[in-house]
């Protein structure tokens, strides 16, 4: 067992220093070496998993359509519901509070000629902002007809709820406002299922369930575990089982709950 565990370590470190060299291997979290180290695929509205979520993801391809008449779109919802991944998805001019809670990238596109090819604008995570990105989303908004370019923004609550300035809330809700359902488990499950089939994988149901119970809960984590399941059983040549699957959640304190 301690002989495939050090190999495992190998596998990882080796694979790590081609993914990212300037990390040292043996502090980086094994969380960010998942999602670091795969080949993720892209954003899309089609490989978002929409659970109950449907008619919120026909409504923003609707929006995203040339000839909508609505300028800007509103959604919440909870961490890990996938927010980030739609605003990715529609390709726009990205900005995240959380990280850029002045909108430094956004004021200096809004001050330029906008002769940016995407005509979409995204801002995550908007309850983030500081009073100088409030001002700057603001004047954003009122800049929005002129420009032809609409605006899409995510919260974690209902743009009434948020604490922010009462003129900005107002503009957040004056658009469409969609809020996004977290997966159940049970969609989770088949999600997974229908990604581990796809790759030509066996993923019992113990496996998932020990998966469900104890990774990282959002979707975008589990999936990129999945991926990471996959190469690590073909380089130890062992199926996916529950002690393997303990072995890579175990290796820097992945698991989220105490068996």
């Known amino acids: 067992m301690r002989d495939s565990i050090s190999k495992g370590r190998n596998f990882i470190r080796i694979s790590l220093s081609r993914a ?56 919440w919802g909870e961490k890990g519901s996938g927010k980030t991944h ?13 990280t850029d809670p002045d909108l430094t990238r956004m004021a200096r596109a809004g001050e330029d000629s906008m002769s940016d090819a995407r005509f979409l604008y995204a801002v995550d995570n908007v309850e983030m902002l500081s009073e100088t990105g409030q001002i700057a989303l603001f004047n954003l908004f009122n800049r929005l007809p002129a420009s032809g370019r609409r605006l ?5 609550q209902p743009p009434l709820k948020l604490s922010l300035r009462e003129d900005l809330r107002t503009r957040l809700g004056s658009g469409l406002i969609y809020r996004l359902h977290a997966l159940s488990d049970g969609e989770k499950k088949v999600a997974l299922a229908t990604q581990a089939e796809a790759r030509g994988l066996r993923l ?24 990471a399941l996959d190469r ?4 130890q040549k062992r199926a996916i089982t529950v002690p393997l699957l303990r072995e890579v959640l175990e290796f820097e304190n992945l698991s989220e709950a105490k068996a």
């Not at 998942?34 to 659970?51: K, Q, T």
């Open 204 to 227: 019992p149901q113990d496996a998932l369930d020990y998966l469900l119970a104890r990774a990282p809960r959002d979707m975008r984590s589990l999936a990129a575990l999945l991926a």
């Open 20 to 75: 990212a060299s300037t990390a040292a291997c043996s502090t980086f979290p094994m969380r960010q070496l998942i999602l670091d180290l795969l080949p993720e695929a892209s954003p899309r509205l089609d490989n978002f998993v929409a659970g109950g979520n449907v008619e919120m993801l026909t409504g923003l391809a609707a929006w995203l359509a040339p000839d909508s008449s609505e300028a800007s779109l509103f959604l």
């Open 232 to 235: 690590y059983s073909l380089e």
């Open 152 to 156: 899409i923004t995510t919260a974690s």
């Open 86 to 98: 739609l605003l990715h998805a529609c390709e726009a001019e990205y900005s995240d509070a959380s």
